[in-house]
Structure formats: C-alpha cells, structure tokens
C-alpha cells in the first residue's frame, strides 16, 4: 500500500491550502491517519490526526491547531489537512502516515505508525 500527498505548493502569506492524502493498498477502515511537518533543519512536527472509525475522532497536536481542520472523505480513500493564515514559518514538507492497528484512535504515538507518504513541499512568501 501507499501513501500520496498533494495541495502543496508556494502561497502568498495570509492564504489557506488544503492538503490530501490518498491512501491505497491498505483498507481504510478502522484506521487512524495523521499530518506531520518538517522544515528544514527542524525535527518533524505532528499536527492533527483523525480516526476513520470512532466516530471520526481527531486530535491536534500543534500550537498552530486553531489555524487546522483535518478531514475524510471515506469514499475517495482520502484524508485532508486544511490550514489556513498560512506564514512562512508554515514552510515545510507535509507528510501523512497510517496507523492501521484495528480499534486505535487519535491521538496515536508517532512509533505506532506503519506506513508514510513521500510528503508534499508547502513553500509560504511573504
């Protein structure tokens, strides 16, 4: 299975991207999917999470998760990240990983996730 990210790109400062993550090969059923960031130089970032069961619970982790909305779409086997008033400090490359453990639920240990995507490049201008 696989991971692909994509929304990325290079923003204006003060404009919202919403990121996708498409997950196939793996069931997407009863699993939790989370977004990360890493900038350069930085250590990785965990930002929100979403349970496709449980009632679609979700955590942020971030102390920008007032400016992030994470979302499914179960049909398209697809998980978004939405952030909006982006800064250049949101310069990063966006990653999602899956947590395919049945019955888990956000927020989930960074060790615990089994598989991550190749990440997309968000690059934000003054």
């Known amino acids: 299975g696989q991971l692909v990210e994509s929304g990325g790109g290079v923003i204006q400062a003060g404009e919202s991207l919403k990121l996708s993550c498409v997950v196939s090969?793996?069931?997407?059923?009863?699993?939790?999917i989370g977004w990360f960031r890493q900038a350069p130089g930085k250590e990785r970032e965990e930002l929100a999470c979403?349970?496709?069961?449980?009632?679609?619970?979700?955590s942020y982790e971030n102390a920008i998760r007032d400016r992030l909305i994470i979302s499914r779409d179960a049909a398209k086997n697809t998980v978004y990240l939405q952030i909006d008033n982006l800064q250049p400090e949101d310069t990063a490359v966006y990653s999602c990983?899956?947590?395919?453990?049945?019955?888990?639920?956000?927020?989930?240990?960074?060790?615990?996730?089994?598989?991550w995507g190749q990440g997309t490049q968000v690059t934000v201008s003054p």
């Open positions: 090969g793996f069931r997407f059923d009863d699993v939790a």
């Open positions: 979403i349970s496709t069961s449980n009632r679609g619970r979700t």
């Open positions: 990983a899956i947590d395919l453990n049945r019955g888990t639920w956000c927020p989930v240990p960074v060790s615990i996730y089994d598989a």
